[in-house]
Nanobody
Framework: QVQLVESGGGLVQAGGSLRLSCAAS????????MGWFRQAPGKERGFVAS????????LYADSVKGRFTISRDNAKNTVYLQMNSLKPEDTAVYYC?????????????????WGQGTQVTVSS
């Protein structure tokens, strides 16, 4: 069982930056690949980024590539999402998810555990 708690969301102007954090419970965090997903009002939840269990590999949605960076600190049981050059279309609830495997994955069905989400709002 893994429990995930996101933090770091908020209101930011377009062009600004935010860093999201996701703290995980449990002693097996380093065996899970982690992902970030987001859901805007009226839209389905979509993939943002994923990092392998070791932190050595990352995968990004085309819409955030070059602007967002996913990373993890296994000693702190925490995964991060650094978001730069934010755009109004990045406005969404951002969810952290854990996948019981070493490798990254796009699809939400590959992730077993989810956080409650944190709101990110980007004003124009």
């Amino acid at each position: 069982q893994v429990q995930l708690v996101e933090s770091g969301g908020g209101l930011v102007q377009a062009g600004g930056s935010l860093r999201l954090s996701c703290a995980a419970s449990g002693r097996t965090f380093s065996s899970y690949a982690m992902g970030w997903f987001r859901q805007a009002p009226g839209k389905e939840r979509g993939f943002v980024a994923s990092v392998s269990s070791s932190g050595g590999n990352a995968l990004y949605a085309d819409s955030v590539k070059g602007r967002f960076t996913i990373s993890r600190d296994n000693a702190k049981n925490t995964v991060y999402l650094q978001m730069n050059s934010l755009k109004p279309e990045d406005t969404a609830v951002y969810y952290c998810a854990a996948r019981p495997a070493a490798t990254t994955a796009w699809g939400s069905s590959y992730y077993n555990y989810w956080g409650q989400g944190t709101q990110v709002t980007v004003s124009s």
